[in-house]
């Protein structure tokens, strides 16, 4: 790994392979935290020697800048023994756009992913940390020194230049792309923005608020700002030299609200961007306590660390009785406040819910090792997208239908690792799965490391734990949900066996009489079964086990319902896996049960016309004229209130597949 300070200061990744260096831009260079994803761009292949040079390139050589060996050592792919096989995988895992492989070096160890982004540019990848004993959750910022010499860019830079350790280009080692900047790379200094942009900036409008995670206690490491917790209504103000807005987090005016204060605000003579609260005072009386500046005549300042904001903030001449300046406390000198508003000092202002504000209890302003977070709070984008174009449906429709379903449906994906069909476009558009969860989530978002026995590599998996994460995912265009049938403490026990009718251009009503038949079966051998709606056109019925048995025993059991079900109804049921050598007719699928396969939940929608859902039933209720259509996003939520949840059993009672499986042969003698 090296370290280059070009005309954009970079890192550059590489690992030998077939006698040169395969490689990849870095932008921000590594991290050490999973929740990192950093840009790796794809650049050509670079001669072995480069990989030991520390030195300068000369200006007017592709590269001119500062080469520093930042880090060395050597790998191999995360499955193999040998170096022919490693060297094998990894070629493989190219061409497919995905490595795994773990590192030895004096400062980068464990396990990393390289993954090729399927969206974007044409080189683009991203690095990243998997979970072991290795990673940290702690901010990483890669130090300055050489992992060779222990030098500086400075010093490399002199002494190169004195001993003449340079290197020229070859063009046939130019990059095919260069890494585009970050916009966190880009210089921290007002006076050098000055000089970069000399041209006044548009001012920002419409901003959504940088919002904190609620902690228990404070981190131990970095420089902490702290304010008491106003507790006043969230309020940015957009001064344009005499015209004002004044809004909320979610935009709704408040100048019409707070006359006083917006009066206030238009007697500035600036162009300033404002964000603070809005309290109430003694006798009506309000102010706008201010503790953040986005932006000054001229400048946008988002990009700059909170200390030098709050520097610009405090300089600025406005304050009086109604706009107040929020001035920064000592931890010790506020135990008795309540709360506090906790915020890095190097962070930007970045919209949305970040882990550099905190909400902390006073008396937990102290440092303490391990920040516990308390109440997550998700953050919704795009509300108005259409995800059903011809229901004219939103995203904050399916937000809105999980919030009123999750108490009914949160027990059924409790400690269950998720599968994510993902539809961020709407239905009639390209969707995708997604499993391994080694990218950004919000911290209070629980995940399950799981190893794949088909793939041979490790998965980060989802855990639905509460609503916020419920939610979360509907933001993510997670229209579906499909948990695991085992949790996390059993995951080679299911909690249920499966049979679900599948039917291929079968009426619902064929389907409806195959699935009154199979529970007739069930209840002859006193095995207790419940039945839903797939949201599709099928039936799914569950028997539930509550953890007690394996997967073969919970697909034996299956097996052995559908092929008496089959028997006695031969033309238009089939046990055959092949949907060709099954034409018209119903799949008795007893396969489901299996260690890794999924399940629609209960009240999961499901991506079709109409936004249906998977919907338990009664018994009763598998008659002539049932149509899955009729169960929709509309409609359930009032079913729930006047059924219940119909699958709650589902969590509580156990049946002996065992036995049953005993009686049941006993009957087909």
């Known amino acids: 790994m090296q370290r280059h300070a070009a005309s954009r200061l970079h890192f550059d990744f590489r690992l030998e392979l077939k006698g040169a260096l395969k490689s990849w831009a870095v932008p921000r260079g590594p991290s050490l935290n999973p929740l990192d994803q950093r840009l790796a761009v794809a650049v050509e292949d670079h001669p072995l020697e480069y990989g030991k040079f520390e030195g300068i390139i000369p200006k007017g050589n592709y590269g001119a800048g500062t080469v520093m060996i930042w880090d060395h050592g050597t790998y191999r792919e995360r499955t193999s023994k040998t170096r022919l096989e ?6 493989e895992g190219l061409a497919r756009g995905h490595i795994t492989f773990l590192l030895d070096g004096k400062k980068l160890r464990g396990e990393f992913a390289l993954i090729k982004l399927n969206r974007g540019e044409e080189n683009a990848w991203l690095l990243v940390k998997k979970r072991d004993e290795f990673s940290t959750y702690k901010r990483y910022a890669p130090d300055e020194l050489s992992a060779q010499t222990g030098r500086t860019t400075e010093q490399i830079a002199r002494e190169s230049a004195e001993k003449n350790k340079i290197w020229i280009s070859k063009a046939a080692s130019r990059p095919k792309a260069s890494p585009k900047p970050d916009k966190k790379d880009l210089p921290a200094s007002r006076d050098a923005k000055k000089e970069k942009s000399p041209s006044r900036q548009a001012m920002p409008r419409r901003v959504k608020p940088m919002l904190p995670t609620i902690a228990s206690v404070m981190p131990d490491e970095g420089d902490w700002q702290l304010l008491p917790w106003p507790g006043g209504l969230r309020a940015v103000a957009e001064v344009d030299r005499g015209s004002v807005h004044l809004y909320s987090r979610f935009f709704l005016p408040y100048e019409r609200k707070f006359p006083t204060l917006a009066a206030a605000l ?15 005072g003694g006798k009506g009386a309000t102010h706008y306590l201010v503790y953040d500046l986005l932006y000054a005549d001229g400048e946008d300042l988002r990009a700059l660390p909170l200390s030098e904001r709050s520097r610009c903030l405090s300089n600025l ?124 989530l919000p911290r209070w978002i629980e995940t399950v490391r799981i190893s794949s026995r088909s793939s041979e590599k490790t998965i980060n998996y989802l855990l639905c734990q509460n609503e916020a ?14 948990p695991w049938i085992s949790r996390v403490k059993r995951l080679d026990s299911p909690d249920y066996s499966v049979i679900d ?16 038949e199979t529970h007739r079966v069930l209840e002859s051998i006193g095995a207790k079964g419940y039945c839903k709606t797939s949201g599709a056109t099928g039936i799914h019925i569950c028997i539930p086990t509550q953890g007690s048995g394996s997967y073969d025993e919970a697909r034996e059991f299956a097996r052995a319902v559908c092929e008496i079900v089959h028997e006695r109804f031969p033309k238009n049921t089939s046990l055959e896996r092949n949907p060709a050598k099954r034409r018209r007719r119903i799949y008795l699928d007893f396969m ?62 156990r049946v002996n597949l065992v036995l049953c499986l005993r009686r049941l042969r006993r009957k087909s003698r």
């Open 317 to 440: 001449d406005i304050f009086d009785e109604t706009i107040r300046f929020g001035k920064p406390v000592s931890a010790s000198s506020k135990k008795d406040a309540g709360y506090l508003l906790a915020r890095r000092e190097d962070s930007p202002y970045r919209s949305g819910t970040s882990g550099d504000w905190l909400k902390v209890k006073a008396a937990q302003g102290a440092r303490a090792k391990v920040p516990s977070i308390e109440v997550p709070r998700p953050i919704f984008s795009h509300l108005q997208k259409v995800l059903f174009p011809r229901d004219g449906l939103t995203k904050g429709d399916v937000i809105e239908y999980y919030r009123r379903v999750a108490p009914v449906l949160l027990p059924h994906l409790k400690d269950r690792p998720e599968s994510l069909h993902r539809h961020p476009d709407g239905i009639e558009r390209q969707s995708f799965f997604h499993k391994d969860m080694t990218s950004y």
């Open 469 to 482: 994460t419920l939610l979360f995912l509907a933001n993510y265009g997670c229209i579906e949900l499909n």
């Open 501 to 516: 009718l599948d039917p291929d251009d079968n009426s619902f009503e064929e389907v409806v009489e195959v699935a009154k």
């Open 266 to 280: 238009r007697r500035l003579d600036k162009d300033l961007v404002l964000d603070g609260e809005i309290l109430a």
């Open 86 to 91: 490693s060297e094998r995988k990894i070629a």
């Open 592 to 653: 489901q049960n299996r260690r890794g396969q999924t399940l629609a939940a209960p009240y999961s929608l499901r991506p079709r016309p109409g936004a249906t859902v998977s919907t338990p039933l009664r018994w009763n209720e598998l008659k002539s004229g049932l149509d899955p259509k009729d169960f929709t996003i509309a409609n359930i939520p009032r079913r729930i209130e006047r059924l219940g949840d119909l699958w709650a059993p589902m969590l509580s009672e």
